[in-house]
Nanobody, 123 residues
């Protein structure tokens, strides 16, 4: 099994920054691709960012230039640095992983999910 635990969520004013972290444990390998997704109340889950085994990255257009996904393979962590936050970024953010080295923007392709961490951006 693979366990993913997100942390770092909270309340921040528009224009501020937050750094989310996802800690992986269990039968986790650094060759897994990882992603971040978010879901606002009453809305569907949306792709945010993903990173491949070799640290290649991809982002949703809505966050490109503001968010940065990174990974520390030695620590088995994946971070999401969020800058210039907007109220529209308010959501529960989920960390996800898949037993495949290449990233995907489709949540259905990910096998492992964290419990989520709330991010609230006030205006």
């Amino acid at each position: 099994q693979v366990n993913l635990v997100e942390s770092g969520g909270g309340l921040v004013q528009a224009g501020g920054s937050l750094r989310l972290s996802c800690a992986a444990s269990g039968r986790f390998f650094s060759g897994f691709a990882m992603g971040w997704f978010r879901q606002a109340p009453g809305k569907e889950r949306h792709f945010v960012a993903a990173i491949s085994w070799n640290s290649a990255t991809t982002y949703a257009d809505s966050v490109k230039g503001r968010f940065t996904i990174s990974r520390d393979k030695a620590k088995n962590t994946v971070d999401l640095q969020m800058n210039s936050l907007k109220p529209e970024d308010t959501a529960v953010y989920y960390c996800a992983g898949r037993k495949f080295p290449l990233y995907s923007d489709d949540g259905g392709e990910y096998e492992f999910w964290g419990q989520g961490t709330q991010v609230t951006v006030s205006s």
